[in-house]
């Protein structure tokens, strides 16, 4: 599909699950292109969110959004085609819990979706440069996985240039997002350092108007962008 960079993902994680249907079209009526899933399994990290099934009902209400599903999962390998099948466009899985990470990111792709690869706030990016090239999308965590709500980490900024650097130097095509504390105070910056793709769950779900605010994320990141262009 064709989206917008940089683009606003809402994380359902911070929505009602009573209310899912709505709060995702308000979503959509606020100009958001993609929809962002974080599947939580109580063991890579501290708690449990859902699974495929509400996926698929995110994709039956937003069927023409991107579907980005983050896997913060062990043996992601084994859920792989149930997410595609549930509706996801692209599949990414934590570089910590993949010790044969090629062959995960192979998976994926042989199931039809786009790749990507998550970083903890204290893994550095160095680890992941060999599957640079074989990525579509490199996920920076900007707070520790488990929960919505948390301070965006401000180391996090390095790292975004990092990848950004790496990126316009070697020529790959990856799309850096960035996962977490993410908001109207500090969206400008991290587009500015590079990112393209804004990860927001509580900004957006607590908010009075979640229409609006989508349409306020998105028209600060875009400001970012001009002042990084």
């Avoid at 683009?7 to 009602?16: F, G, H, N, Y």
């Avoid at 099934?53 to 991107?66: E, G, M, N, T, Y």
Wanted: aromatic fraction near 6%; glycine fraction near 10%.
């Amino acid at each position: 599909m064709n989206y917008t960079i940089p683009a606003i993902a809402p994380s359902i994680l911070a929505a009602d699950f009573t209310k899912l249907g709505e709060e995702i079209k308000a979503c959509l009526e606020g100009d958001a292109e993609w929809i962002h899933c974080d599947i939580m399994d109580g063991h890579f990290v501290p708690n449990i969110s859902y699974g495929p099934d509400l996926v698929a009902a995110a994709r039956k209400s937003a069927p023409d959004a991107f579907m980005d599903v983050h896997l913060m999962i062990e043996n992601p390998d084994i859920y792989i085609e149930s997410f595609a099948d549930a509706g996801a466009d692209l599949i990414s899985v934590h570089y910590e819990a993949c010790p044969h990470l090629h062959r995960n990111l192979q998976n994926i792709r042989g199931f039809g979706c786009m790749t990507g690869v998550a970083i903890n706030p204290a893994t550095a990016v160095g680890v992941i440069e060999p599957i640079l090239g074989d990525v579509d999308l490199v996920l920076v965590m900007s707070v520790n996985p488990g929960f919505g709500g948390q301070s965006f980490i401000e180391s996090s900024i390095g790292k975004i240039e990092k990848l950004k650097r790496l990126k316009d130097e070697h020529g790959f095509n990856y799309l850096i997002e960035v996962d977490g504390g993410v908001g109207l105070k500090n969206i400008r910056s991290i587009v500015r350092a590079g990112a393209d793709i804004l990860v927001a769950g509580s900004s957006v779900f607590r908010a009075d108007d979640i229409s609006a605010r989508v349409r306020e994320l998105r028209k600060e990141a875009q400001l970012g962008h001009k002042d990084f262009a």
